[in-house]
């Protein structure tokens, strides 16, 4: 491996040319459209956040004093962490097993990832929809023991913490899982060799291994989360809003694009600075690897 | 041997039964795709198909699956002939701003949908362009160039530069060998990451609600909207359809890359 990794390095340096002329011309039609297409839509909300309806920086005053709307940006970050810890929780067994097995139940554990990784997020969403309704399957097994009406599941933080969750567990399985997949066996091997048991091997050995996946995993799900659409509005209740849930609201129902706009640019500078503390360590790019 | 057997199969055990609870709430919308039902209830009091031959009769849901096909494929066009330049330059070149511009290349991937798409909105609203499949495309076809990017990326940095020396040197010149050499063998990657564009704009919901108006109404935004204001059934049937193309999908890739574990060591 180490040979591989040295050849490889070699590659690197070698073939890699310092034409920055050329390199410019390939790379800018990608950054200009980024430039035109995205920063100035996104700088359109800056602005609209400071000048809707007039110039002022009001919106940023109310977002920060008025109780109401702190409390949404604290139930956001409460709502992100419990459904970062439910994810990992799910997740690391989940793709521990995966990545040390070959086998058909791999394979088969795989799919159900994939499947769910590729699917929607409002088809998936619906499908909670069903099952916590009142005429859905926990209400027919509520009235079947005979226990009468279930307490209200849908449309409370409790639905649109386990719809993100469900939603969010393949990128974490998937984050956990490319980490996993490259701890060398032989290392646990060797640990059970010496002595170890497979429970020591495992939390001196492995576990300390698989925890950039771990920060990765959690720093993925936590920031999507923060940010999260579909699945609080269509599963959520007013009573415990999310970011987004507010500015929907302030939009549909108040046509107050400007404030919407502020708590916008409020997520993005919270999502930004995480990611930055994120890039400072571990450097953006395996985020996604 | 007790103990080994027991912290072996524990884990089996619990990755056994989050694998159920990422699937099974998925497969239940397949039999309420069949269900008479006209609102969302478990078991179904009853099965036909009635409401397959609504959204294959429906033009509101023809529509939108007709724009979701076009959409995607539109703007996973754009994202190809912007990220493939894009990949060779930061994979095989050294210039000032790499770390700036490939921070600038990831930038839709990181800023939240529902900020983009207020951006998008106001933006596009002043081109005249929301509500209409140009507007989706463009903004899609940008939301799509970080995956496209990072897979062609992971591609090239694979690919075996020797292949390219050896065609030069036998005579070759650079276009000639870049059209019959370079692109075939980074084809599998290639498409690995169009598929990856073309899915991320098929799924994408949150720009399409903010953008597409009546007329460019996609797939996922047409459901967000029934769901919402009237829980059409026709719904499940969408979504059976969906999920059952995904499945397909996944399952097929997953035995090609079992049969063909070398082609696709690099790409991953």
Known sequence: ?289 | MARPSLFASLPLLFATLVALFLVAPMAIIVPMSFSTAISFEFPPPGFWTGYYAEYFSSPAWLDATANSFIIAFGSMVLTLLVALPAAFGFVRYRFRGKGALNMLMMLPVIVPAVVSALGYYGFLSLAYLTGTRTGVILAHSILSIPVAFLVISAALKGFDRNLERAAMSAGAGPLRTFLWITLPVLRPGILVGALFAFLHSFNEAVVAIFIAGRDASTLPKKMFESIRLESDPVIAVVSTLLTGAIFLGVLLSMLFRQSAPHRSGNAA
């Open chain 1, 1 to 289: 491996m180490s040979t591989a990794a040295s050849i490889e390095a070699a590659g690197e340096r070698g073939p890699i040319s310092r034409d920055g002329m050329t390199a410019w011309l390939l790379v800018a039609p990608a950054a200009l459209s980024i430039i035109v297409l995205f920063v100035v839509p996104i700088g359109y909300v800056l602005l609209l956040s400071v000048t809707d309806p007039t110039v002022s920086l009001d919106h940023y005053r109310r977002l920060f004093t008025v109780p109401l709307y702190a409390g949404v940006m604290l139930n956001t970050f409460k709502t992100s962490l419990i459904v970062t810890l439910a994810c990992l929780l799910f997740g690391y067994p989940l793709a521990y097993v995966t990545a040390r097995r070959n086998d058909a139940i791999a394979a088969i554990f795989l799919l159900a990832v994939g499947l769910s990784f590729w699917t929607g997020f409002v088809v998936r969403t619906y499908s909670w929809l069903i099952i916590l309704g009142n005429k859905g399957p926990v209400a027919a097994v509520y009235a079947l023991a005979g226990w009468g009406r279930p307490p209200q599941l849908l449309f409370t933080s409790f639905s649109s913490t386990l719809g993100m969750t469900h939603i969010l567990l393949p990128y974490m399985v998937l984050a956990l899982y490319g980490v996993m997949r490259k701890i060398d066996p032989s290392y646990l091997r060797a640990a059970e060799s010496l002595g170890a048991r497979p429970f020591a091997a495992f939390s001196h050995v492995f576990l300390p291994l698989s925890l950039p996946g771990v920060v990765n995993g959690s720093v993925l799900v936590f920031t999507m989360c923060l940010g999260f659409y579909i699945t609080p509005i269509l599963l959520g209740t007013p009573k415990d809003m999310m970011i987004s849930q507010l500015i929907s609201q302030q939009i549909e129902d108040l046509l107050a694009w400007g404030f919407a706009s502020a708590i916008a640019v409020v997520l993005l500078a919270a999502t930004l600075v995480l990611l930055g503390i994120y890039n400072r360590f571990a450097g953006l790019d395996r985020l996604w690897g």
